[in-house]
């Protein structure tokens, strides 16, 4: 499936690349599987994704009519084929020359992975994930993303963007293109998302496979079990627009306001008050 050969012969020019990507260790490569492949996978999405309805109330807004399965026993056939061999060690010895890691380590538990789908309309909003594994307690790596997007145009939207820790403006946006693995870092500062909504025709829909790497504990680094959502600067000016209508009404702590403004994320909110309102910071 995978297209290994290629890859080895490959791999020290996809290091150096991989390495002196800004704003943080990215890479981009095409044809990852060989031919016929993409169509099998993304063939199998609406048998294994039929019960999923996009427009079930999310606890936030910073992701909307996105579904997603992350049990194998509930794959296909291709799809289970795909993990494991995407979890061979063969594949992951190339992967860690690549990426620089001594080790990686699997997770055939999918958490967070496994196969996302977004609808039309539908966005995830900038973030950094979670770095801990819940029961093996490894450290998260690397993310690997596969896009399964036939005939993707451009007014779709639905670019994967990359973002600097300063989030002062987008350092790339990748189009989601068939048969495209996009492979990062992992960090505090490994900032991503597709934030812009799509507008790809209804019968059309955003399709990937997302996997995750996991390696052992640097010294310092803390785990982390909450994913962190930023604001773009466009959206800043939106949520702090709502912001100034709150505190000019009376509302002048962060608690409150985060109270006040349920439909996002509260760490992103209380984030952007001490950012907007430092001097108040957590005052009353």
């Not at 169509?39 to 309805?53: E, H, P, Q, Y």
């Not at 063969?90 to 380590?105: E, P, R």
């Not at 973002?163 to 048969?179: G, K, V």
């Amino acid at each position: 499936m995978i297209d290994l050969e290629r890859l080895e012969q490959e791999k020290a020019e996809l290091r150096q690349r991989f390495v002196g990507t800004t704003p943080f260790p990215a890479i981009v490569i095409d044809n990852f599987l060989r031919p016929g492949w993409c169509d099998r996978l993304g063939a199998d999405f609406c048998a294994v994704l039929s019960a999923k309805n996009p427009d079930d109330l999310k606890k936030h807004k910073h992701v909307l009519r996105k579904v997603g399965m992350s049990k194998m026993e509930k794959l296909s056939d291709n799809h289970r084929a795909f993990f494991h061999e995407i979890y061979d060690p063969l594949f992951m010895d190339t992967l860690a020359y690549i990426t620089g890691y001594s080790k990686l380590y699997s997770d055939f538990q999918l958490f967070g992975g496994g196969l996302h789908e977004t609808w039309p309309g539908g966005f995830l909003n900038v973030h950094t994930d979670f770095n801990v594994h819940p029961s093996t307690g490894k450290m998260r790596a690397l993310n690997l993303l596969l896009y399964l997007n036939p005939d993707w145009k451009p007014e779709y939207e639905g670019y994967l963007e990359l973002w600097p820790a300063s989030m002062d403006r987008c350092a790339q946006r990748i189009a989601p293109l068939q048969n495209r693995a996009v492979i990062f870092q992992t960090s505090d500062i490994s900032f991503h998302g597709h934030p812009i909504p799509l507008a790809c025709p209804e019968g059309t829909t955003r399709r990937s496979l997302a996997v995750y790497y996991y390696a052992d504990w640097p010294d310092g680094l803390k785990p982390r079990t909450k994913t962190n959502y930023v604001f773009t600067p466009l959206q800043r000016q939106a949520v702090g627009a709502e912001m100034k209508k709150l505190y000019e009404a009376g509302c002048h702590n962060e608690d409150a306001m985060a109270d006040a403004l349920p439909n996002y994320e509260r760490g992103a909110v209380i984030r952007l008050w001490r950012e907007l309102y430092p001097r108040i910071g957590r005052g009353s």
